[in-house]
Nanobody, 125 residues
Framework: VQLQASGGGWVQPGDSLRLSCAAS????????MGWFRQAPGKEREFVAR???????????YYADSVKGRFTISRENAKNTVYLQMNSLKPEDTAVYYC????????????????WGQGTLVTVSS
């Protein structure tokens, strides 16, 4: 599967942004999807993930740092996963990557098989 992330940009603290990740292929609903981010000089870290609808009803999981502010969702009819980001903070600045796996997914990059190219989010006043 090929992934194309979009929606990044520059915003001020407190603003909102929605990232999208479009997937190719006809088996999108069989993949667990995740969002990761990587800030300059730091390792790639987990942000959010959503399971396949057929596995556990599209359950969602979040990093503590974004819980209550970010929402991951998927629209299988459009082969797209979203990351709605509210109340953005300067520490959210990073390149955001979407990822997919035919397995159950998890919290580590090694658990995902396919990656998008990344989209830059900059939060600054």
């Amino acid at each position: 599967v090929q992934l194309q992330a979009s929606g990044g940009g520059w915003v001020q603290p407190g603003d909102s942004l929605r990232l999208s990740c479009a997937a190719s292929g006809r088996t999108f609903n069989s993949y667990a999807m995740g969002w990761f981010r990587q800030a300059p000089g730091k390792e790639r870290e987990f942000v959010a993930r959503i399971t396949q609808i057929t596995w556990s009803g599209g359950s969602t999981y979040y990093a503590d740092s974004v819980k209550g502010r970010f929402t991951i969702s998927r629209e299988n009819a459009k082969n797209t996963v979203y990351l709605q980001m509210n109340s953005l903070k300067p520490e959210d600045t990073a390149v955001y990557y979407c990822a997919a796996t035919s397995g159950s997914g998890g919290y580590y990059p090694s658990e995902y098989d396919y990656w998008g190219q990344g989209t830059l989010v900059t939060v600054s006043s």
